[in-house]
């Protein structure tokens, strides 16, 4: 009789992201400031025939059952780029999931590298995944995740990487969860109707996202706070702010951050701070907020 040796888990890793300043607007072709979040999501992947699992949602998706489920579609997509290997795959999310930190892209992307994709194919796997989950995605999330790092984003040229000592953040979570595609689409609708208004806004938060840029590279974070805070000022005139974000920030402000806005699509999701990390933690914590910390580099 032969015997057959326990097939080992092969990991397939994938990062987070976090957006400093410029989320939305760089939908419409403006740069963002954004880090990764190292290892966001393992997938571990062992012989099978290509079930997804998630322990942390209670979800299985069997490839081989028609769902017009989200995630079922958003893998379906992944899938069809691949030349799918006789796998299944376990996916731990190591970032709370639908809070603005990018945990959708990393899932494409570990999924992705799991089913042997790589470059250019594991981009547009994880960019098709993204516009079933968000709509019309920058990109910003899935390239952050594949690139790691620390950045200036555009969609038309990437993520230029940018020199600067390591970062440390705090980050709360509002309870809510964000609401990308909405808000999104919220944006698409003030850009339609009050064009030169939201126009003029995205110019604004440009100039901070190199404001910002600069303050990252010399490490002057008050400079970067405050380059934070009038951003959310952009944000919530855009309407994807929301009053736990609001508060969120008065809180942290309050505490002696440098300055405190919203990240990702908003509507709920994470808020971050700059600046007095302990204090600002422990206020949101004392008000009832989960925080984590988090450091971004290069
Ligand atoms: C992405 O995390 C946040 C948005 O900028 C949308 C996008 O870039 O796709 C709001």
Redesign the pocket.
């Known amino acids: 009789m032969s015997t057959v040796a326990p097939m080992t888990p092969r990991q397939h890793r994938a990062h987070g992201?976090v957006?400093l300043l410029?989320?939305?607007?760089?939908?419409y072709g403006h740069p963002?400031l954004?880090g990764a979040l190292a290892d966001g999501v393992i997938v571990d992947a062992t012989a099978g025939r290509g079930l997804l699992r998630i322990p942390q949602w209670d979800v299985v998706i069997d490839p081989t059952v028609d769902s017009d489920a989200t995630l079922a579609r958003a893998y379906a997509e992944i899938r069809a780029r691949a030349v799918a290997p006789a796998v299944d795959l376990t996916l731990t999310f190591n970032l709370p999931t639908g809070a603005?930190?990018?945990s959708s892209?990393a899932m494409a992307v570990a999924v992705g590298r799991a089913l042997g994709l790589e470059g250019a194919m594991l981009a547009d796997a994880a960019m098709a995944s993204?516009t079933v989950i968000?709509?019309?995605?920058?990109?910003?999330?899935h390239t952050v995740s594949m690139a790691g790092g620390f950045g200036l984003?555009t969609r038309s040229g990437g993520l230029a990487s940018l020199k600067a000592a390591p970062l440390p953040l705090v980050i709360g979570h509002t309870g809510k969860a964000?609401d990308?595609k909405g808000?999104?689409a919220r944006?698409a609708q003030l850009l339609a109707e009050r064009s030169d208004e939201t126009r003029g806004r995205f110019a604004a938060i440009e100039a901070l996202v190199q404001r910002g840029a600069g303050a990252v590279a010399r490490g002057s974070y008050g400079e970067l706070g405050a380059a934070m805070t009038e951003n959310q000022r952009h944000l919530e005139a855009l309407d994807?702010s929301c009053p736990e974000i609001e508060r969120m920030c008065a809180i942290a402000r309050d505490a002696g951050a440098f300055g405190a806005k919203l990240?990702?699509?908003?509507g709920g999701g994470c808020v971050i701070a700059v600046g007095n990390d302990r204090p600002v933690a422990d206020a949101w914590r004392a008000a009832g907020y989960e925080v984590f910390s988090a450091t971004v580099s290069a």
């Open positions: 992201k957006i410029g989320e939305h607007s760089v939908v963002a954004a603005g930190l990018g892209a993204e968000h709509g019309t995605p920058s990109g910003l999330d984003f964000r990308t808000r999104v944006v994807v990240t990702g699509g908003g």
